[in-house]
């Protein structure tokens, strides 16, 4: 994106003017030109800001193009936050160091602390927050001192009581079970899901 220096530059050459003939198209010193076309000024007066962007055809707004308001954690009222709340504890989940994935974690969850009232009846915003819960929870987690962890898709438990740097896995569930079909309804969700095969003896 371009600075505005940059962009009162390029208009001035696309129409064929010295700093010279732009000042005297805006009614400003040549001075005040100078030095915001290269920036020294980074604030100029909203009046000077006018002139200039009339000498040079265009609007302050096309020169000066306005920034959205900083988005910050806390702010839970603004359209933008939910995407992107959703969008950094994403990318820190998955690429994020540990401090930085608990900090962030950690503020989370006092802000949905805050935010979330709970469950008072049907609301129409009753399951807005419990994603970013989700997202906060694993955040927060350290996953070399959970006692349970998913290998090679295997449920797996970490033999925590060691004193070793590398933490011992242990396999504990590698075979599924046949759940008995007693119920109706489990009988009908395990045949719409193709039965379970017999064990043979």
């Known amino acids: 994106m371009e600075r505005p220096p940059e962009v009162i530059e390029r208009l001035r050459r696309a129409r064929g003017l010295t ?6 198209r805006a009614g400003v010193a040549r001075a005040t030109w100078s030095s915001v076309e290269s920036g020294l000024t980074a604030k100029p007066h909203p009046a000077t800001k006018l002139r200039i962007a009339r000498a040079l055809d265009a609007t302050p707004s096309s020169i000066w193009r306005i920034r959205p308001r900083p988005l910050h954690l806390e702010d839970i009222d603004d ?10 504890a994403r990318r820190l989940d998955r690429a ?3 401090e930085e994935r608990q900090r962030f974690g950690d503020r989370l969850v006092a802000v949905l602390d805050y935010a979330d009232q709970g469950s008072t009846g049907a609301r129409p915003d009753e399951g807005r927050w419990d994603e970013l819960w989700q997202l906060a929870s694993s955040l927060v987690a350290d996953p070399e001192s959970m006692p349970i962890a998913v290998v090679d898709g295997r449920l797996v438990e970490r033999d925590l009581d060691g004193f070793t740097p590398a933490t011992r896995i242990r396999v504990i569930a590698a075979k599924p079970r046949r759940l008995p079909a007693r119920s109706g309804r489990l ?8 039965g379970v095969p017999q064990r043979r003896r």
């Open 19 to 24: 700093q010279a003939d732009a000042c005297l």
């Open 79 to 88: 359209p933008r936050w939910e995407a992107a709340t959703r969008a950094m």
């Open 96 to 98: 994020g160091s540990l």
């Open 187 to 194: 009988r009908d969700l395990v045949a719409a899901l193709g």
